[in-house]
């Protein structure tokens, strides 16, 4: 089992940034793909970006050209850099990762980070 542990949430002005981190208890390596979803208050959880072990990454129309999702897989860290932020962005932030091994797919969650985009 693989734990994920968001942190770098937080209440933010509009316009600012923030960065988020995943920290993986084991190597991300293999890991597929590492992802970054987010849910509001009455809202559906939503994919915001993505990156799979080649590096290509998938951003949400909302979010493309503000943030950018990285991962190292040496500190085993996923990223997810928000710039530009909207009061719309305020959300649950949740990363993901997806592995496949022997032709099973394990999918693991963290717990979650709260970004706040207010003035």
């Known amino acids: 089992q693989v734990r994920l542990l968001e942190t770098g949430g937080g209440l933010v002005q509009p316009g600012g940034s923030l960065r988020l981190s995943c920290a993986a208890s084991?190597?991300?390596?293999?890991?597929?793909?590492m992802a970054w979803y987010r849910q509001a208050p009455g809202k559906e959880r939503e994919l915001v970006a993505s990156?799979?072990?080649?590096?290509?990454?998938s951003y949400a129309d909302s979010v493309k050209g503000r943030f950018t999702i990285s991962r190292d897989n040496t500190k085993n860290t996923a990223y997810l850099q928000m710039n530009s932020l909207k009061p719309e962005d305020t959300a649950v932030y949740y990363c993901?990762?997806?592995?496949?091994?022997?032709?099973?797919?394990?999918?693991?969650w963290g717990q979650g980070t709260q970004v706040t985009v207010s003035s």
């Open positions: 990156i799979i072990s080649g590096g290509s990454t």
């Open positions: 084991a190597s991300i390596s293999s890991m597929n793909l």
């Open positions: 993901k990762a997806v592995e496949s091994r022997r032709s099973i797919v394990y999918n693991y």
